[in-house]
């Protein structure tokens, strides 16, 4: 058997998103260290580093292009 703790944060959506009440949003590290779970009210998302800063990026590219519209 083995033991070990992993990092993990949360906070409650009702701070950045108007449209939430009770709803928590987590994010969890891996026990190996490479990967998140990502979890939102019951949904729940695994991403590994490379993905996580993939989706990153995406999202300052589009919010940068609608920026400029």
């Not at 987590?26 to 779970?37: A, I, K, L, P, R």
């Not at 800063?53 to 400029?68: G, I, M, R, Y």
């Amino acid at each position: 058997m083995k033991f070990y703790k992993r990092r993990a944060v949360y906070a409650e959506l009702r701070d950045y998103c108007h449209l939430s009440k009770h709803e928590v949003l987590e994010v969890c590290e891996w026990y190996n260290g490479e990967g998140w779970d990502i979890t939102l009210g019951d949904r729940t998302i695994q991403l590994t580093h490379g993905e996580l800063q993939a989706l990153t990026v995406l999202c300052n590219v589009s919010h940068k292009e609608s920026d400029n519209d």
